[in-house]
Every structure is written in C-alpha cells, then in structure tokens.
C-alpha cells in the first residue's frame, strides 16, 4: 500500500472517529442495540448464459472457499491430512489389476476404523519403507571397569589416582541408576521444556467446577501452591502470562497398552538404559543428538509418546504390518501404507482420532517391540494454559506460613472414542482426573489431600502480560476459557479508581445458568464493565453479534490513544466471526471499503492496538 493512501485511509476513519463519552455518561451503553439490522436486497440480476470449455477463477478469498466448500479456510487445512492425497496422489486405475477378496477383523476396534475397503489388489506399488528405528531399549549392564561389591572399590596406587578413580567410579554407578523423583506425580528430569526451566509438581490447594449440571463443556478452577518454586529463572509470574503443564498419559491407558504390547510385568518398572541415535525425544527441548538414559519403559510410555492426539500415520501402521503374525491384517496394513489404498488412508486419517490403543484392539496379532514404535510416535508435548488470576496479589495463610497461589481455568476437551462415546484430552482429562480425586478426598474427610500438578513458568505469555501498564482504553472480547485470562487483568486495572470506565467486557457463554465463568469473582464495577452475551437463552445472539451492536464502543475504543481491542478463545467459529464483525464496524463507522477496512485492522494488529489469540 503506498504512502497516499494511507494517507486516505487514516483521513477517512479520523473523520468518523467518536468524541469521547461525557461524564454524565462515562461508560458507553453495553446493551443490546434498539434498532435490528435489516437486509438489503439485491436487484434482480439477468443470469449470465452458460458457456462451454472456459476456465472461471472460483475462488479468491477465504469467503468464496467457505461458499464453495462450506468449510472456513481453518477448517479445510485441519480436515488435509497432508498426505498429498488430496493432489491426485492415487495411482490411475488399471482394468487388468486383481483384486482378491480377504476376510477382515472381527472385533468392534475394527469396525470403529471405518475402513471404506471391499478388495485388495493382488499387487501393491507404493508401499513405504519400514521407519527406522531411533530408539533402542537395551539392559543397564554393570560397566566392567567398576567392581562388583565383594571385590576392593579402588585399585591400589598413588593418593591422586585413587581419587580420581573413586570420583569415575561414583558418577558411572550414578549414570546408571534411576533419578530419586516420584514418577506418579511429576515426569524425570530428562523431560525439560527448555533451559533454566524445570518441571515443578504444584500441589492442588484448592479445586472447584467453575461450570454447572447441563453444561456442554465442563470447566474446572485451580488453585496452585508455587510457594517453592525453584529460583533461579529469571522469570516471574505475572497477569496475563501462562504455565506450561507436562500433563502425563492416563495411568491405564499405558497399563493397556503393556499389556497388549506382551511387555512382561517385572520388567514395566525396571531400569532400562534408553539409546537414541538421534532427534530431541524422549526430552522436549534440547539438540537433534544421540543420548544415553536410564529410565523405565512406563515412564517413557506415560511422560514423554502421545498415544491419542494426532492422527495416526503410515510408518506406524508399517510397522504393526511388519509385526503382526496374522496375514489379513498384513495386508491391510499395507494396502493403506500403498498408492492404491491413498484415498482409504486419507479418510481413516482425517476421520476422527485414532489412538494407539483403538489400533492394537483393531490389529490384535500385532506387536511391535516397545523401542520400535516409541520410534514412530509423536512426542508428549506441554499444555500451556493461561493465568486467570493476579499472582501478585493472590496469597494464603496456612500452618503459620505465607504461600504464593496462581489460578487458571482448564475446558475438558472430549472426542470421539471407539469404547467408551467420548474421551478426554491428554491435558485437559488429567486435570479432570485430578480435581475429581481431590474433590472426592474432600468429601470423604481429607483436610489436605496431596495431588499435583507437574508445571512450570510459560515460555510463552499472553499480549495482556506486556500490554498491561497502558492506561487506555481496552475492550476484551473472549468466549467460554477465553475469558480466563482477563480476570486477573480486570482485578488488577479495577483496582485503579479512574480505570473504572476505561475496560470493558464483551463474555460470550451458550447459557449463562450453566455456562458463565467466573460469575462475581471479577472484582468492584463488575455490573458496569462486563456485558455477557448468551447464544441458546432468549432471543440468543453470539458474542460477534454483540460486537456489531456496540459498534460506537469499539470504533472509540481503536481509535483513542493507546486504546486496545483484545480477542481470547477458539478460532472456529468465535474467533473468526469477531474478525468479520470487527470488519464490518469499520466498513460502517469509517466509512470505508472491505480491503480498506481489512486493512485498518492489520495496521491496528501491526501497532499492538488489535490483538487476537485464538486456537
């Protein structure tokens, strides 16, 4: 864009730039608009004759793909399973290939896959290779240069010698023995998010469901003991930041897949001395390196291989067709590893999850060895979640001391799952987990029930973090947890007596009886800055809806001095809606064009004015 006309572009939104409210009317109106938005209708156009063997361009912006396609652009990136299928990647058909008829699994893990196959051709092309294996699993065997217990510790010789041996000697034997941590309730130390960072175990202080009976989604409150910490990082909680949690699989789901895998029971718990050749794994952070540890193999199950997040791919299902003992399921397995089984595999891949379990269930004479697939599977990433509280200002006292409290707000994500309906996240379902046995020790007469929560200080933070000291105006928008993290900011800004009516508040919630967060917990003025809009209860509107609504609101917001608009929640949906709506504002108070107003808002996200985080 050029020098002029940014110069047009900035003259047209100043012009409809509204005055700042009067005293008497300090806090603009957070109601619903009086007046309904009417539609125009177009005039009748005369429909355009068809015309043979041309070429339309049908697609220009993210509108015209959701006409076409009825996804959002969001949407059709998450559906492509990446695999090139969807470039034509599937061989031509050939009438003279044989097809042979197999009879396939009979168990419900199975039928659950949903596999659209009838025949398997005779001949595959296309197969991949078998992955190779990085990881090794290998016996902690006794150096021979160190000696047994019934023979002398150190050789004989000079003072210096002897002590450097007894030095080489300690540190072999301490390589070779499993760290002094509780497993159960934070991971080894190995799993380090990055340098200083260690993960910490939280203990739970407090717990509570934030959402009622008939909710959709269910959302937990926390309260975190950080009182010991460790020191040392050169970074402190703060509003608006975020923890990162090293949330582990579910204790039973690796029981299971032991079991299933034939890992014999004295061995699941015994130190084994894990060898990579290469990448950061079994760690989170670090160099692309060969390493050494000694752990066991249900650590590395539970702390550091995500066995249901992510879709599975053809080198896992390589290697369950290398292992499995059953000719059936071999060629299955292959077929969907071949070109000729691309589109079957595009549609298992990009159909609901299917976790590690579901295909060992659906494929039971395969088994792979342990090391082998932990080759294949993806790394158990850190959750962060945000702060919802101010850390400054949130302490206890207890047993005569002072601790340091943080808070955050986690949504139970749940998917599909062959078994059980539904099941939960990885992280999500952890905190679940956690918050129903602390609230169950509760009520059978615990006074302090010891659970925890393996955490430590976000890498990451949240733009209100760096934003916060700006005395302008700000509008935040969020919808379900989105909210979360403006509590501890609004606490904090409410506290100033002339920052009253300069934040507010747009809440979206599906049903405010079941549904809203944090309900009177925001502080003084809460009734004057905090407007919550309900989607299924009376006439029901969403919260971009409300957005157009207050229109004068966010175009004064903008456009005052170090004002801000801020966006938190799901980009599906919410996320994408306040971004047209916010379009729109501008197109009617700006008096501007679509690209023009687009671009007001890039340049407002390019200046820190407009901040959106969405997932």
């Not at 998917?415 to 987990?433: K, L």
Request: hydrophobic share 35%.
């Amino acid at each position: 864009m050029t020098a002029q006309t940014d110069l047009l572009l900035a003259q047209r939104a100043a012009a409809s730039i509204p005055e700042e409210p009067q005293p008497e009317s300090a806090t603009p109106s957070l109601t619903y608009s009086s007046s309904d938005e009417q539609e125009i209708e177009e005039p009748t156009k005369p429909v355009p004759r068809r015309r043979r063997a041309s070429t339309r361009l049908i697609a220009k912006s993210p509108e015209d793909v959701q006409r076409i396609t009825g996804e959002t652009t969001t949407q059709l990136i998450r559906r492509c399973c990446g695999g090139g299928c969807c470039l034509g990647g599937a061989p031509k058909k050939d009438n003279n290939v044989e097809y042979e008829a197999i009879e396939f699994p009979d168990n419900d893990a199975y039928r659950s896959l949903n596999l659209k196959i009838d025949k398997i051709p005779t001949t595959l092309s296309g197969v991949c290779d078998v992955p190779e294996q990085t990881a090794f699993l290998q016996p902690v065997r006794r150096p021979s240069n160190v000696p047994s217990p019934s023979e002398p510790a150190v050789p004989f010789g000079t003072e210096s010698d002897t002590t450097s041996s007894v030095a080489g000697i300690e540190k072999t034997l301490q390589d070779l023995t499993l760290e002094r941590l509780d497993t159960q309730i934070q991971p080894p130390k190995f799993v380090q998010p990055h340098p200083p960072h260690h993960v910490f175990p939280a203990r739970i202080h407090n717990t509570r469901e934030l959402t009622k009976p008939g909710a959709e989604k269910r959302t937990f409150h926390f309260d975190l003991d950080v009182t010991n910490y460790p020191e040392g990082e050169d970074v402190d909680f703060k509003v608006g930041g975020a923890i990162g949690v090293s949330a582990p699989n579910e204790a039973s789901i690796v029981q299971e897949i032991l079991d299933l895998l034939l890992v014999p029971r004295f061995l699941r718990d015994k130190p084994v001395l894990l060898r990579t050749t290469q990448g950061r794994w079994p760690t989170v952070w670090g160099a692309d390196q060969a390493r050494e540890i000694v752990t066991t193999r249900r650590d590395l199950l539970t702390w550091c291989s995500d066995v249901q997040s992510y879709p599975p791919t053809k080198q896992i299902l390589r290697v369950l067709a290398e292992h499995t003992t059953d000719a059936t399921e071999r060629k299955i397995l292959r077929y969907l590893c071949s070109a000729e089984g691309q589109g079957v595999f595009c549609d298992f891949r990009t159909g609901p999850h299917i976790s590690l379990v579901q295909l060992l269930h659906a494929f039971p004479n395969a088994k792979p060895p342990l090391d082998l697939l932990l080759s294949v599977l993806q790394p158990l990433m850190p959750r962060f979640y945000s702060l919802s509280n101010d850390p400054h200002e949130s302490f206890l006292t207890r047993d005569g001391k002072q601790h340091r409290l943080i808070e955050i707000a986690v949504t139970v994500h749940e998917a599909e799952d062959w078994r059980n309906g539904t099941r939960t996240g990885i992280g999500s379902g952890f905190f679940q987990r956690q918050a129903l046995k602390f609230i169950e020790a509760q009520e059978k007469g615990e006074k302090d029930p010891e659970f925890y929560i393996p955490m430590f200080k976000g890498l990451m933070a949240n733009p209100l973090a760096k934003q916060f000291v700006s005395d302008g105006p700000m509008l935040l928008i969020g919808a379900g947890v989105g909210i979360a993290p403006f509590r501890g900011f609004v606490q904090r800004r409410l506290k100033t007596a002339n920052c009253a009516n300069k934040v507010w508040v747009l809440q979206g919630v599906r049903d405010s009886l079941v549904d809203e967060l944090y309900s009177g917990e925001w502080g003084v003025h809460e009734d004057e800055v905090k407007k919550v809009v309900q989607s299924r209860r009376g006439p029901g509107r969403y919260v971009q809806e409300e957005v157009k609504a207050q229109a004068d609101l966010v175009w004064y917001i903008i456009n005052a001095v170090d004002g801000r608009v801020f966006v938190c929640g799901s980009s599906r949906g919410m996320g994408e809606g306040v971004e047209k709506a916010l379009v729109e504002v501008a197109m009617e108070k700006g008096n501007l064009e679509h690209d023009e107003a687009q671009q007001f808002w890039n340049l407002k996200k390019e200046t820190g004015q407009y901040i959106a985080e969405t997932w």
